[in-house]
């Protein structure tokens, strides 16, 4: 690796392989199994209310999130929710632990392209041993240095990260789906931001922020697009 | 710190700070919970049972825990729980994971005598916010270099921490309560071993092998005793 090497930490759920839509199917299920008591905007609602005031306690992924659903179905069939339907419920969760990895389109050949030139670092949060089989089943491993699942990513466990690794932030490049957990911490610290988005985005990392035009953030409709981005943010370095 | 200074890695739940007596109140409700149905021993053996078939999807920490009560309470009650009843077992796993930290005996005298003079390491399983809070409430954090909470502790998950942190396994030491987690695969890649039991053992802890006579094994009553092996055993290097 040259020591024009740069650091290109990926975000891994939405942004190396499909999970949104996972949670989307879950979500319908879900408003099927309660459409006796509520509307769809209702339970939708609730749930995130839920998923919301749990956050702190439970962290992010499909653990806490079942353990919301179970609580919210509670709640909103005032108690009438069978034990059977909530076995459904913990029946849901577990289909989506073991969903298969479905990696999006030209992430192989990209992370291919720069992984030779590169450092690459998963940066992730969610449940910590989903997220590793994941990353086991996707078959992108080995394009990687290091994976951190963290969890939260806002400035602080950036920051942390980077002095982990000794990771110069001038010289480092996020790429995810997220404006708020990928993107703007890194732009405050320093680095850069590369932004694909994924065609659904979770309520809870949707952000109001028009982002600053900025030389260190970039858009991109397809990771495919990312080597030449590369080339010239790298070039301005 | 000397060049003589040593890694020293240190298991968190009842080793660093009380955790399995917080399990074993709640495992007190669980069965007066379910008293109508069964007697405690077939509760504890199906919960357990539940748990094993579960660990490989959920991994380890209180909200696994949570689903896996929950779903062992539908099965023996053959689905006459209450809905009210599965959001006390909710209310039990949410109780766990905003519990008090109470950190063990001699372990703060301990701690601050040698993070002076060698490297200390958290290094820890479960999930990973509730680790995460468990150590900053216990007030321990500033007297380690990093923390490592991971989703399995066995040889693979210690031969990737040496190489990740450049730890040379000839001077690393585990202290911990568990000789399947904590020792065993220390010992068996090269390190040292110092099993310190807590009063009580979980079941998936527990292990049949009798610990082979080692200079690098010991087994002490208590963490403060701690500096003394470190004395000999690294005078032996």
């Known amino acids: 690796m040259s020591t024009r090497a740069l650091t290109l930490g990926f975000d891994a759920d939405d942004t190396l392989w499909h999970n949104e839509v996972i949670f989307e199917k879950v979500h319908e299920r879900y408003r099927e199994l309660l459409a006796r008591y509520h509307d769809a905007a209702t339970v939708d609602r609730t749930l995130f209310a839920t998923e919301m005031r749990n956050l ?46 479905d990696v999006l389109d030209g992430v192989v050949e990209t992370l291919t392209a720069l992984s030779g030139q590169h450092r690459l670092l998963v940066i992730t949060k969610g449940d910590l041993r989903d997220q590793e089989r994941k990353l086991a089943r996707s078959g992108l491993a080995a394009h990687f240095q290091h994976v951190e699942i963290l969890s939260e990513k806002d400035e602080g466990s950036y920051a942390a990260l980077f002095r982990r690794h000794a990771i110069d932030p001038a010289r480092f490049l996020m790429v995810g789906n997220s404006l708020k957990s990928d993107i703007l911490p890194v732009l405050a610290l320093g680095g850069a931001g ?39 943010w790298s070039a301005s370095l």
Chains 1, 2 share one sequence.
């Open 56 to 101: 702190e306690l439970y962290g992010y992924g499909v653990k806490g999130f079942t353990l919301s659903a179970i609580e919210t179905a509670i709640q909103l069939t005032a108690g009438k929710i069978s034990a059977d339907e909530i076995q459904q419920l913990i029946s849901l969760g577990r289909d989506m632990l073991e969903h298969p990895v």
């Open 194 to 232: 590369v932004h694909v988005p994924y065609h659904i985005t979770w309520a809870a990392e949707r952000v109001e922020t028009a982002t600053q035009a900025s030389s260190r953030f970039f858009q991109l409709k397809s990771v495919r697009e990312l080597p030449e981005i590369l080339s010239t």
